[in-house]
C-alpha cells in the first residue's frame, strides 16, 4: 500500500509558477514509477507527466511539454512537479499518481492515487 500527499497547489497568475511535491508513504519508493494527473472542471482527468523509477526517462502530455518538468528523489521518497509559464488552460486539481512497484512508466495511471491539490492560474 501507497500514501500519497500533494502540497504545493495555489493561485498563480498567468506566466508564472509553481512547484507541486507528492510525499510517499511506503514501501518500494524507488522501485515506483510516478505521475502526474490532471481534472479541470467538467473535465476528465489527464495525463501530464511520468516519470521512471530511476528518474532517468521521463514523459510529458504535448499541452505542457516545455513548461512543466517532473523529477524525484529517492532519498526523500518524493516527486515534484516545476510548473512553469502557467495559463488559465492549467487550472485543475493536481493528482499525484503511483504505479505498482517494478511497473514501467507509462501514461497509463497506476492504482494508488493522492487527494489532490488545486492550482489555479488567473488572467
Known amino acids: 500500500q501507497v500514501e500519497l500527499v500533494e502540497s504545493g497547489g495555489g493561485l498563480v497568475q498567468a506566466g508564472g509558477s509553481l512547484r507541486l511535491s507528492c510525499a510517499a508513504f511506503g514501501r518500494s519508493f524507488s522501485s515506483t514509477a510516478m505521475g502526474w494527473y490532471r481534472q479541470a472542471p467538467g473535465k476528465e482527468r489527464e495525463f501530464v507527466a511520468t516519470?521512471?523509477?530511476?528518474?532517468?526517462?521521463?514523459y510529458y502530455a504535448d499541452s505542457v511539454k516545455g513548461r512543466f518538468t517532473i523529477s524525484r528523489d529517492n532519498a526523500k521518497n518524493t516527486v515534484y512537479l516545476q510548473m512553469n509559464s502557467l495559463n488559465t488552460e492549467d487550472t485543475a486539481v493536481y493528482y499525484c499518481?503511483?504505479?505498482?512497484?517494478?511497473?514501467?512508466?507509462?501514461?497509463?495511471?497506476?492504482?494508488?492515487w493522492g487527494q489532490g491539490t488545486q492550482v489555479t492560474v488567473s488572467s
Open positions: 499518481n503511483a504505479n505498482r512497484p517494478y511497473e514501467t512508466a507509462t501514461m497509463t495511471p497506476g492504482p494508488y
Open positions: 516519470i521512471s523509477r530511476s528518474g532517468r526517462s521521463t
